[in-house]
């Protein structure tokens, strides 16, 4: 029996639901997990639904799915539920949060296959080879991003890559490739933004004398830092922390926030709505 995920956004009104259910039982469907939200300030509904069916094959059930849809003007993906998500990564100097993803892809705690590493640096190329994945190592500067943007994409686009994580990759990416990679690219930062911005955030935060920081996991957009937000995590801080004290526990932050998004949205449990996201959790 194939299990898919399915998830839709549309106008809500009455008999969504009834019409979702109802077009699985028909096909035999059994639903395993379902969960919705209606959003009365935009006016619109949000359905993921993870089922089993047989005797439907893939084709003819997204067809069928796409006249249902048409008749409640539903924005709508179908998901095999057992195909791991393909991901690339990218990193730059800082590894914490590359580490992370790849020791949580291999105890099979993230429903992903990464099938590249990218980055502007060679630091990270061993670590690369032990998990056995390919590294793919492309310098960045100014004269030669819009060269290097487009070594990455033809990369990404080779390995057929559903999700791109910029796992602390440390260039402001154009607004050309923010658009080519719009609803699949999550980036990863500390939450000082907007109120530490640029180099050393830690140490400004340390001689201001916070007491919380923080990490923000979010869609890449052409907007810097400023995409819809997936995740966010914070950690105490107090009078007795150093600045390598706060940057060790910023890193831990930034790793956990950093996973829970990539399983979310590989797990189809992350909604765009405008600015904003539902999360099915």
Not at 35 to 56: I, K, S
Not at 102 to 123: C, T, Y
Request: hydrophobic share 40%; proline share 4%; with cysteine.
């Amino acid at each position: 029996m194939s299990a898919y995920i399915l998830t839709l956004s549309c106008p809500d009104r009455r008999g969504i639901v009834h019409a979702v259910s109802g077009f699985l039982m028909e096909r035999g469907g059994n639903i395993e997990e379902a969960a919705q939200y209606n959003d009365h300030g935009t006016g619109l509904f949000f359905m993921r639904v993870r089922f089993a069916c047989e005797g439907v094959p893939e084709a003819e059930l997204r067809s069928q799915l796409a006249t249902l849809a048409d008749g409640f003007g539903m924005a709508w993906k179908l998901h095999p539920a057992q195909q791991p998500m393909k991901t690339v990564l990218l990193v730059s100097k800082e590894g914490h949060c590359l580490n992370d993803l790849l020791f949580r892809w291999k105890s099979g705690l993230l429903p992903v296959d990464i099938r590249a590493i990218i980055s502007n640096h060679r630091d990270f190329y061993q670590l690369a080879a032990s998990y056995n994945v390919p590294f793919h190592h492309i310098p960045v500067t100014a004269a030669t991003k819009a060269q290097a943007e487009a070594k990455q994409l033809e990369i990404i686009e080779a390995e057929g890559a559903e999700l791109v994580v910029l796992a602390r990759y440390m260039q402001i990416l154009s607004n050309e490739m923010c658009g080519r990679l719009a609803g699949r690219a999550i980036n990863i930062h500390h939450s000082f933004l907007p109120s530490f911005k640029g180099a050393k955030p830690y140490y400004q935060a340390h001689d201001r004398g916070v007491k919380l920081i923080g990490a923000t996991a979010h869609y890449v957009t052409a907007d810097l830092d400023e995409g819809p937000i997936i995740e966010q995590d914070v950690a105490r801080a107090d009078h007795t922390d150093t600045v390598e004290d706060l940057t060790a526990r910023g890193r831990d932050t930034e790793s956990q926030v950093l996973a829970r998004a990539v399983k979310w949205h590989s797990e189809h449990r992350v909604l765009l709505n405008g600015h904003r996201t539902v999360i099915f959790r």
